[in-house]
Structure formats: structure tokens, C-alpha cells
């Protein structure tokens, strides 16, 4: 088949301003569940079983169904269960802030337990309190060892945002998308927003195998 | 506002379809997923540069690009620049099986890696010829050890292909939508739906702990 390719019909002003949503999205997304993600990894560590429980659920359901079932669901269900209507780009950051907070809480629960013993008990000689033990010894250990993995599950959040445009938020994929439908010229329009995409999400995986390699050379 | 979930009962040969398109889309693609994943691993540790640096670009661009992106690339680009025409489902298949091999290579490259040298000091040292090092020593570990991440592997792909939907294929997603505005009761059948992903998704991760443990303590002996 005879097929010209026309890349001069793709405009990038869409498509940056599409990108800044994107960004915006992952950003305020990764901000909610590098934070409460913490607070939700010492929730399900809780030794009581009765708070452990419910956040464990809340996790388990977070990680086990399709993160585009959980968009649909939260711009759908939660307007009319709840009476709240907020902004479609509100709707997106909890939709992904959410989904990002389970799994980073997995990320952190694994690092706070790799938090050697002795710490926490030279925190209790030193005679410091509960929250100053996790606000001065395991945060900042456990912090630094899930980085990778932290920084890991941002870059998916990025990739994972491009389906807030099936809620018809303006973000990179809906750009492209009225992009491709206006111009008639989907190869070009998809092929440049997938290099988009790949320009952000590259960089930051090389990083963190470099960060990982970096760490495997300190511990040996 | 009330809810009522018996509407659904109305629709449970639907929603079954659409569940039946969804396992079958995922087993197809879990299993040419992990061929083409193995291959892709043994690829990326060729010491032909040629075959290294293609099977990393494909792997690198798989993992860097929404899979989203990816379907629509697949759904409409490639009857184009092919000149065939492709189903929805076959667009489907060679979609999620080429996300499938790029996730799956990462981890049998791991796995692979993970084997020590001792183990080939020993091959030599029992005078092993390199098949039966390879088919018995190398290939057993590093499948063993790589059953854990295949396992979750398999779930995300279980959960990404509820992504088809967007591209019109009735899988469940796809047909829990349209009853959800047909009927307006979005909130019932979309937690339903979401509930099915749930209740298959959830045991597969159980085992893959469960595995995981079983694994670790079989090898530390």
C-alpha cells in the first residue's frame, strides 16, 4: 500500500498543552501518594486488626482491579453517591492519587520492614517517643530505600494518566486523539504522542537504574 | 440515592459474554506473551550488538508508553500501514501480547541473571557438556525463580486489557459501560464489574505471595 507520511499535519501546540495536563496530573498524583501513601503503609502495619483490615481492602482493591475501571467508577459513582461534584482535573488527581497511594504503601511497608530492629531500639533507649521514632529513624530510611520503587510507580502513574481522556480530560492521549480524528492522520498524530510519552517516562527509568546499580554497590 | 442491584440480574448473560472475551483475551496473550518474552530476554543478553539493541529498543519503548497509546497505535495504524484488514480482537491480541513480552522479558533477564557463577563453575567441574548445562541446570532456576513475577505479570495484563474497551471490543468493561448508560445505574453495574475484576485478581496475587515464600525457602536450602 502507497502511504505518505505527513508529519507537517501534526500541530505540537495541542499536544504540549495536552502534555502540561498530563504532567499536572501525574505531579499532584504522585504528591498524595508519596504522602499519604506513609500514612496508609503504617495504617496496614497497624498491630490492631481492626484498623489493619479496612486499609488492607482499600489497598487489595486498588491493586486488583483495572485502574480504568477505578477512573470510570470515581467520575461516575462518586458525584452521585456522594453529592460532590468537583472539577474533571480534581476527579483525575484523586483517581490517580488513590490508585498510587496503595501501591506505594506496598513500596513503603517493604522498606519499613527492612528497617533493622536495633534502630527502632536504640530510638527507644534514646528515649524518644512513638511518632519521633517514625518521624526521625524509619521514615527516612525506609524513604530512601523505596525511592526507586517510589520514582518506579510515579513513571506508571504518568503512563497510567492517559486514561483520564476516556473522561474526556484534556490531557496528552485526548489531544491526540481530536488530533487524529481532525487531520485524518492518525499514524503520525499516535507515533508522536507515543515518542512524547517515551521522552518523559525514559529518562526517569534510566534513573532509577542508576540509583539501583548505585545501592547494590554500597551494600556490597 | 437508592440503589438496586437487582437490575443486574438482567443483564448476567451480557456481562458473562463480556467476562468470557476478557479470559480469553488474557490467556491468549499470556501465553504468546511469554514465548515472546522469553525469546526477548535470551535476545537482550545476545552478544550480537545488532540483536541487543533491537530487542532493548522494543523492550525500553513497550515499558515507556501508556499501553493505551500503544492500542490505539496498534487499532489504527497498523491495517494502514500493513493494508489488511484486522479485527478488533486480533488488533487486540498482537497489542497486549507485545506489552506482554516486553514486561515478561524484564523478568526472565532477571531471573536468568540471578543464577550465580558458582553454578557454572560447578557445570564445569562435573564436566557437563553446555545443552545439559543450559536444559539442566541454567533453564530450571531461572524458570523457578521467575514464576512469582510472571504470575503478577499475568495480572496486569488482566487488569490492561480492560484498556480494549476503549477501542470498542466487548469485553467487560466494555459491556458494563453500555449497560451502565443504558440502564443509568452507573454506580450498581460498574462496582459490580469492578467486583468480577476483584474476585479474579485477588486470589492470583494471594498465590503469587504464597509461591513467592514457597520458592524462597526451597532455594535457601
Known amino acids: 500500500m502507497e502511504y505518505t507520511f505527513d508529519f507537517n499535519a501534526v500541530s505540537?501546540?495541542?499536544?504540549?498543552?495536552?502534555?502540561?495536563?498530563?504532567?499536572?496530573?501525574?505531579?499532584?498524583?504522585?504528591?498524595?501518594?508519596?504522602?499519604?501513601?506513609?500514612?496508609?503503609?503504617?495504617?496496614?502495619?497497624?498491630?490492631?486488626?481492626?484498623?489493619?483490615?479496612?486499609?488492607?481492602?482499600?489497598?487489595?482493591?486498588?491493586?486488583?482491579?483495572?485502574?480504568?475501571?477505578?477512573?470510570?467508577?470515581?467520575?461516575?459513582?462518586?458525584?452521585?453517591?456522594?453529592?460532590?461534584?468537583?472539577?474533571?482535573?480534581?476527579?483525575?488527581?484523586?483517581?490517580?492519587?488513590?490508585?498510587?497511594?496503595?501501591?506505594?504503601?506496598?513500596?513503603?511497608?517493604?522498606?519499613?520492614?527492612?528497617?533493622?530492629k536495633e534502630q527502632i531500639d536504640a530510638g527507644i533507649a534514646l528515649g524518644l517517643t512513638p511518632v519521633q521514632r517514625i518521624l526521625h529513624i524509619v521514615f527516612p530510611t525506609a524513604f530512601r530505600a523505596s525511592v526507586p520503587v517510589l520514582l518506579t510507580n510515579g513513571i506508571v502513574i504518568f503512563q497510567q494518566s492517559a486514561l483520564v481522556a476516556i473522561v474526556a480530560i484534556q490531557d496528552l492521549m485526548y489531544q491526540g486523539k481530536s488530533l487524529a480524528t481532525e487531520t485524518y492522520r492518525p499514524i503520525e498524530t499516535f507515533t508522536v504522542v507515543a515518542l512524547i510519552y517515551f521522552a518523559v517516562s525514559f529518562p526517569v527509568t534510566q534513573i532509577v537504574g542508576l540509583l539501583e546499580r548505585r545501592r547494590q554497590l554500597l551494600v556490597s | 440515592m437508592e440503589l438496586d442491584f437487582s437490575i443486574l440480574s438482567k443483564f448476567q448473560y451480557a456481562l458473562r459474554l463480556g467476562l468470557w472475551t476478557t479470559l480469553k483475551l488474557t490467556v491468549i496473550c499470556i501465553?504468546?506473551?511469554?514465548?515472546?518474552?522469553?525469546?526477548?530476554?535470551?535476545?537482550?543478553?545476545?552478544?550480537?550488538?545488532?540483536?541487543?539493541?533491537?530487542?532493548?529498543?522494543?523492550?525500553?519503548?513497550?515499558?515507556?508508553?501508556?499501553?493505551?497509546?500503544?492500542?490505539?497505535?496498534?487499532?489504527?495504524?497498523?491495517?494502514?500501514?500493513?493494508?489488511?484488514?484486522?479485527?478488533?480482537?486480533?488488533?487486540?491480541?498482537?497489542?497486549?501480547?507485545?506489552?506482554m513480552g516486553a514486561i515478561t522479558s524484564e523478568t526472565f533477564r532477571a531471573s536468568l541473571k540471578s543464577i550465580g557463577p558458582e553454578q557454572f563453575d560447578a557445570c564445569v567441574a562435573l564436566g557437563l557438556p553446555r545443552n545439559v548445562q543450559v536444559i539442566n541446570v541454567v533453564l530450571p532456576q531461572a524458570v523457578l525463580r521467575a514464576i512469582p513475577t510472571l504470575l503478577s505479570n499475568c495480572v496486569s495484563l488482566f487488569k490492561e486489557s480492560a484498556l480494549v474497551s476503549a477501542v470498542?471490543?466487548?469485553?467487560?468493561?466494555?459491556?458494563?459501560?453500555?449497560?451502565?448508560?443504558?440502564?443509568?445505574?452507573?454506580?450498581?453495574?460498574?462496582?459490580?464489574?469492578?467486583?468480577?475484576?476483584?474476585?479474579?485478581?485477588?486470589?492470583?496475587?494471594?498465590?503469587?505471595?504464597?509461591?513467592?515464600?514457597?520458592?524462597?525457602r526451597k532455594l535457601a536450602i
Open chain 1, 12 to 116: 505540537l501546540a495541542p499536544l504540549l498543552k495536552g502534555l502540561w495536563v498530563s504532567l499536572e496530573l501525574t505531579v499532584a498524583a504522585n504528591v498524595i501518594g508519596i504522602v499519604f501513601g506513609f500514612g496508609l503503609a503504617l495504617l496496614i502495619m497497624s498491630p490492631f486488626k481492626l484498623v489493619r483490615l479496612p486499609f488492607m481492602l482499600f489497598v487489595e482493591f486498588f491493586r486488583c482491579t483495572p485502574a480504568i475501571v477505578q477512573i470510570v467508577w470515581i467520575f461516575y459513582c462518586v458525584p452521585m453517591l456522594f453529592d460532590v461534584f468537583l472539577d474533571p482535573i480534581t476527579m483525575g488527581v484523586l483517581a490517580l492519587g488513590l490508585n498510587l497511594m496503595a501501591f506505594n504503601a506496598e513500596a513503603y511497608r517493604a522498606s519499613i520492614q527492612a528497617v533493622p
Open chain 2, 168 to 216: 470498542g471490543m466487548a469485553d467487560l468493561m466494555f459491556v458494563g459501560q453500555n449497560i451502565s448508560n443504558n440502564t443509568a445505574r452507573p454506580v450498581e453495574v460498574l462496582t459490580v464489574v469492578a467486583l468480577i475484576y476483584f474476585v479474579i485478581a485477588f486470589p492470583l496475587t494471594r498465590a503469587v505471595s504464597v509461591i513467592e515464600a514457597r520458592i524462597l
Open chain 2, 31 to 99: 501465553v504468546l506473551g511469554c514465548a515472546l518474552g522469553f525469546a526477548v530476554g535470551l535476545a537482550r543478553t545476545s552478544r550480537n550488538i545488532a540483536v541487543r539493541a533491537v530487542s532493548s529498543a522494543y523492550v525500553e519503548f513497550f515499558r515507556g508508553t501508556p499501553v493505551l497509546v500503544q492500542l490505539f497505535w496498534i487499532f489504527f495504524c497498523l491495517p494502514l500501514m500493513l493494508g489488511v484488514e484486522l479485527s478488533n480482537f486480533t488488533s487486540g491480541v498482537v497489542a497486549l501480547t507485545l506489552y
